[in-house]
């Protein structure tokens, strides 16, 4: 089977692949597609956005093309013998079947505002897609173009005008223990810096003082608040699924919203 190490299209952005071993296929597991966990495309995007070069990415997606016979997935391994991870750990060699990819993407409309919730690994349904929006405002300040007067530039900067805006809540128990929150931070200064508003960040660290819930009230009071929403997507541990679907229940029985509009992963 022939991979690609990176996909472009936004539509394969929440897609995952299943992964079994032939010595027990009995166990299947689910890998979200996640481009930018990469370690090389991870660390050429942020120094993209803290230098503001597009190139840098550019250079190394180039370089990424040459080797797209490979795939690469991020595996924890929880040591259970009959399960499957520890196999990836083995001394011993093991086939496994990748197949994939599944699901129908996060993003069907893009248009309007998307609210995202993600909690632990849950943001690793989301981090492509922060890296969608980065790639457009990097290209929209590229200093290849010009400068953002000349007509590469204000054609691009439209593009990012335009386009639909992601708001990521994203909840860790600490700062070590978070995922990817440093490139968050990078996209998010990266906006403030040029005057992007498709992009906001919202951190909720259980370790930094008393934190605001999110239960009922608080989903209610984003949804009555928020602009032209066209989509709410949840992606968590079963605690933070549970809260989000009981909330999302009580808001379409006010007509608040609609069951089309929220996406529990």
Not at 79 to 89: A, N
Not at 145 to 153: D, F, I, Q, R, V
Not at 215 to 239: A, E, H, R, S, W
Request: net charge positive; hydrophobic share 40%; charged share 25%.
């Amino acid at each position: 089977m022939h991979f690609q190490r990176y996909h472009p299209d936004i539509r394969m952005i929440g897609k995952h692949f299943k992964l079994r071993s032939f010595a027990n296929m009995e166990i299947t597991r689910h890998y979200t597609v996640c481009n930018v966990m990469e370690p090389g495309y991870y660390t050429a995007i942020n120094d993209a956005l803290k230098q503001d070069d597009y190139g840098i990415v550019i250079k190394h997606l180039d370089e990424g093309v040459k080797k797209s016979d490979t795939a690469m997935f991020t595996i924890k391994n929880y040591g259970i013998s009959r399960g499957l991870s520890f196999r990836f750990f083995s001394d011993q060699s093991h086939d496994f079947e990748v197949s994939g990819p599944f699901g129908k993407g996060l993003i069907q409309e893009q248009s309007g505002t998307h609210i995202a919730f993600a909690a632990g690994t849950g943001v690793l349904c989301f981090v492509d897609l922060v890296a969608h929006f980065a790639l457009k405002n990097l290209r929209a300040t590229d200093r290849s173009t010009g400068s953002l007067n000349a007509g590469k530039g204000i054609k691009a900067r439209k593009a990012v005008e335009n386009e639909f805006k992601l708001i990521l809540y994203v909840s860790f128990p600490d700062r070590a223990g978070s995922i990817a929150l440093d490139f968050f931070e990078n996209m998010q200064a990266h906006c403030k810096e040029h005057g992007y508003f498709n992009f906001e960040l919202k951190v909720r660290l259980s370790s930094e003082g008393k934190q605001r819930r999110w239960d009922y009230d608080f989903v209610k009071q984003i949804v009555v608040n928020t602009k032209n929403l066209q989509k709410m997507l949840v992606c968590g541990p079963p605690v933070v699924t549970e809260t989000f679907e009981k909330a999302f229940h009580e808001l379409e029985k006010e007509r608040l919203i609609s069951r089309f509009q929220v996406d529990v992963l």
